[in-house]
C-alpha cells in the first residue's frame, strides 16, 4: 500500500484532503505541520507528502528542504497545494522537488488525481534496471553503480540526470558527456570535461558543489556530483531580494570564489543559473563547464575567443584578453546589483552591444535607497582590473562590512 501523509495547518482543509483520498481508496495520515510531519517522517517514511506551502512555523518549501536533507527520510514525492496561484511559488515548488501543485479550493477528485499520477510514476521508476540511463537522443547509456532517475538538463554535448548511487542510496547529479556523433573536437570535449571533474575534485567547501566520482560509461563520461534540487538564484531575483539576503548571497560566492581562486581556478561564468540552492538554503557556486585552470597547458578555448554570458562577462572578458580572478569579482559585482535591483546593470540586443557596454558604459546607479552600496559596486565592477579589489576575499570582507 502506497503510504501518503498529509501536512496542512488548517484542520479543516487536512481533514477534507484526507477524507476525500480514503474515499478514493487512498487512507492518509496527517500532520499538524512541518515540524509536526518530520516527526512522523522519522518513525514511519511516506512515498507520497502532500504539504501546505503557507504554514505557521515551517513553511512548505522549508519543510520539503527539510524533508530533502535527511536521507533516512526516503524521497517521497511531494505535492504541494497552496491557496494562491502564483508562478513563483509554483516555480520555487518545482525546484525544491514537488511532483505536482494544486490550487484552494479544489475538488476531492483533483487531489486523487494528482497522487494517482504519483503512484504511476513511482512504479514506472521501479521499472529501470539499475545502471541504465532512460533513452535520450544518443541512445541508451550504462553508468556502472548508478540507477537513472530522469533528465534535468541537456546542453550540446553533455546531458545531466538524477540518478540514485546504488552504494549510498543517496542521489546525485550526473553529468554524462556524450561521445557519440562528436567531430574532431572530440578530444578537446574530453579534456575540457575531464579537466572540469580534476578542478572540481580538489575544492572542499561549503559554497561549491561538491564531486564524488568520475569515470567511463558506455560511450559516454560521467561525473557524479551533488544534486541541487533547492533552485537556482534566479528565483531569488525574480521574487526579489532584501538588502540583507542580497548580502548575505554576495558574501557567501564571494567566500567560494576565494576558495576557487585559492585551488587555481578561474571560473568565467558566474551568472544565476550556476549558482544553486542546497536545502539547508546556502547558494552554491556549480558548473565550471568552461572554468580555465591557471598555469595550465592545456588551452580549452582559442585565444582571443570571448568566452561566458555576455551579460556578467568583464571588460577584459569580452575584449579577448587573459583573464584571471579579477573576471569572477567583477561578474560578482553584476550579480549583486541584480540582486539588489531586480535586473542587470547592462541590457542590449545582442552580444556585442552588451560587451561594448562592459567596456565603456559608466557603471549604473543603485537607488537612492541603496545609495550606500554604490562604493561598493563602483569597485567590484570597475574597469580597470587594478581598481578592483585586489581579491575575492577582500571583496567578501568590505561585502560583509556593510550595516544593513
Same mark, same amino acid.
Given at each position: 500500500m502506497t503510504e501518503i501523509l498529509v501536512v496542512e495547518d488548517d484542520v479543516v482543509m487536512r481533514e477534507f484532503i484526507a477524507r476525500g483520498l &480514503? &474515499?478514493?481508496?487512498?487512507?492518509?495520515?496527517? =500532520?499538524?505541520?512541518?515540524?509536526?510531519? *518530520?516527526?512522523?517522517?522519522?518513525?514511519?517514511?511516506?512515498?507520497?507528502?502532500?504539504t501546505d506551502i503557507r504554514m505557521p512555523g515551517m513553511d512548505g518549501f522549508s519543510f520539503a528542504r527539510a524533508l530533502r536533507r535527511e536521507a533516512a527520510l526516503g524521497q517521497p514525492d511531494i505535492i504541494f497545494v497552496s491557496s494562491m496561484d502564483e508562478r513563483d511559488h509554483y516555480r520555487r515548488a518545482m525546484h525544491v522537488g514537488g511532483s505536482d501543485f494544486l490550487v484552494k479550493p479544489f475538488r476531492p477528485q483533483d487531489m486523487a488525481d494528482a497522487v494517482e499520477r504519483c503512484i504511476a510514476t513511482r512504479e514506472e521508476r521501479k521499472k529501470h534496471t539499475p545502471g541504465v540511463a532512460v533513452a535520450d537522443a544518443g541512445g541508451a547509456q550504462r553508468i556502472p553503480g548508478y540507477e537513472i532517475v530522469q533528465k534535468l538538463g541537456e546542453g550540446a554535448a553533455s546531458i545531466v540526470y538524477l540518478a540514485t548511487h546504488l552504494a549510498s542510496r543517496e542521489q546525485h547529479a550526473l553529468k554524462v558527456l556524450k561521445l557519440e556523433g562528436l567531430d574532431t573536437s572530440t578530444?578537446?570535449? @574530453?579534456?575540457?570535461?575531464?579537466?572540469?571533474?580534476?578542478? *572540481?575534485?580538489?575544492?572542499?567547501?561549503?559554497?561549491? =558543489?561538491?564531486?564524488?566520482?568520475?569515470?567511463?560509461?558506455?560511450?559516454? *563520461?560521467? @561525473?557524479?556530483?551533488?544534486?541541487?534540487?533547492?533552485?537556482?538564484?534566479?528565483?531569488?531575483? !525574480?521574487?526579489?531580494?532584501?538588502?540583507? *539576503?542580497?548580502?548575505?548571497?554576495?558574501? !557567501? @560566492? &564571494?567566500?567560494?570564489?576565494?576558495? @576557487?581562486?585559492?585551488?587555481?581556478?578561474?571560473?568565467?561564468?558566474?551568472?544565476?543559473a550556476n549558482i544553486l540552492m542546497r536545502m539547508t538554503g546556502e547558494a552554491v557556486i556549480a558548473d565550471f563547464g568552461i572554468a580555465k585552470q591557471l598555469g595550465s597547458a592545456l588551452a580549452l578555448t582559442r585565444h582571443d575567443m570571448a568566452v561566458g554570458t555576455p551579460y556578467y562577462m568583464s571588460p577584459e572578458q569580452a575584449r579577448g584578453s587573459n583573464v584571471g580572478p579579477h573576471s569572477d569579482t567583477y561578474a560578482l559585482g553584476v550579480l549583486y546589483f541584480e540582486m539588489l535591483t531586480g535586473h542587470r546593470p547592462f541590457e542590449g540586443g545582442t552580444p556585442n552591444e552588451l560587451m561594448g557596454k562592459h567596456l565603456n558604459a559608466p557603471i549604473p546607479l543603485l537607488p537612492t535607497r541603496l545609495a550606500k552600496l554604490q562604493p561598493l559596486i563602483d569597485k567590484l565592477m570597475a574597469k580597470s582590473i587594478s581598481d578592483r579589489y585586489a581579491n575575492a576575499e577582500a571583496a567578501r570582507e568590505a561585502i560583509m562590512a556593510v550595516t544593513q
Open positions: &480514503a &474515499a478514493r481508496g487512498h487512507p492518509a495520515s496527517t =500532520a499538524r505541520g512541518g515540524e509536526d510531519a *518530520l516527526r512522523q517522517l522519522r518513525t514511519k517514511p511516506a512515498d507520497i507528502v502532500i578530444q578537446e570535449a @574530453i579534456n575540457r570535461f575531464m579537466a572540469e571533474y580534476d578542478m *572540481l575534485s580538489k575544492l572542499s567547501h561549503p559554497h561549491v =558543489a561538491h564531486v564524488y566520482e568520475h569515470g567511463v560509461g558506455d560511450r559516454c *563520461l560521467y @561525473i557524479g556530483m551533488e544534486h541541487l534540487p533547492g533552485g537556482d538564484l534566479r528565483l531569488d531575483i !525574480e521574487a526579489g531580494m532584501s538588502p540583507a *539576503l542580497a548580502q548575505k548571497r554576495a558574501g !557567501e @560566492i &564571494a567566500s567560494a570564489l576565494a576558495a @576557487i581562486h585559492a585551488a587555481g581556478i578561474v571560473h568565467r561564468d558566474l551568472k544565476p
